[in-house]
């Protein structure tokens, strides 16, 4: 058990829904970092907050938006769902920002498409 | 820019056999981190070794160990005497000093046959 909670393990929804993904860190971690698995792209950072504060930004579609709280939870938000954004979608979190540390990885939320 | 490459996308070895899972990185950042993760069938990604770029011996974690060559910009995971359960997919990442993201190889999908 990483330590790190993500709800809902499953989720399917049709297209043009919209659909919150939630990460509950770990205890005392302050970076939470969104990732998506498919298929044909492997593990794609998505994006990266740090204590509320977004950090980093990667391959993330202008539908999806993502926030932390400050209880440090984050969500990810998908919207006008289209087929091709079925994946596996991935919190992690990490003690800190930019440094060597390994991250911390929930179980994924399963995002179906149809 | 970071970049991980993994070269076997599979590979089968029989039970208690060693088995060497091949991974090289390009990165210009003198300081840097390496990893590995382990996905099962489940889907979690769970931390198995880290390596930093500094550190002068190669890490091991049971029976895991990294085989770092630093001027040959690899980091090959070792896992000794293999089980069944080892059978997964196996993702090599790094990430560079003051990065935010872990950048991941496309992994490799190890079978143990009994």
């Known amino acids: 058990d990483s330590g790190v909670t993500q709800t809902p393990k499953h989720l399917i929804t049709a297209t043009g829904q919209r659909v919150t993904l939630r990460c509950s860190p770990r205890?005392?971690?302050?970076?939470v970092y969104w990732y998506q698995q498919s298929l044909d792209q492997g593990l794609q950072f998505l994006i990266q907050?740090?204590?509320?504060?977004?950090?980093a930004k990667g391959n993330i579609l202008e539908r999806f938006s993502a926030q932390q709280f400050p209880d440090l939870h984050s969500e990810l938000n998908l919207s006008s769902l289209e087929l091709g954004d079925s994946a596996l979608y991935f919190c992690?979190?990490?003690?800190?920002?930019?440094?060597?540390?390994?991250?911390?990885f929930g179980e994924g939320s399963r995002l179906t498409v149809l | 820019a970071q970049k991980i490459t993994q070269t076997q996308p599979g590979m089968f070895v029989q039970e208690k056999e060693a088995v060497t899972l091949d991974c090289t990185y390009d990165?210009?950042?003198?300081?840097?981190?390496l990893f590995w993760y382990k996905q099962p069938s489940s889907g979690e990604m769970i931390f198995l070794i880290y390596?930093?770029?500094?550190?002068?011996q190669n890490a091991t974690e049971g029976r895991y160990s990294l085989n770092f060559q630093k001027a040959r910009k690899s980091a090959n995971l070792v896992i000794s005497a293999s089980q069944l359960g080892d059978s997964a997919m196996y993702f090599c990442?790094?990430?560079?000093?003051?990065?935010?993201?872990?950048?991941f190889g496309q992994g490799t999908r190890l079978t143990i046959n009994p």
């Open positions: 992690a979190s990490s003690a800190w920002t930019g440094g060597p540390g390994e991250l911390f």
């Open positions: 205890s005392g971690d302050l970076s």
């Open positions: 907050y740090y204590n509320g504060e977004e950090r």
């Open positions: 990165t210009s950042d003198p300081s840097y981190g």
């Open positions: 390596q930093g770029s500094y550190d002068q």
């Open positions: 990442a790094m990430r560079a000093q003051g990065a935010q993201k872990l950048v």
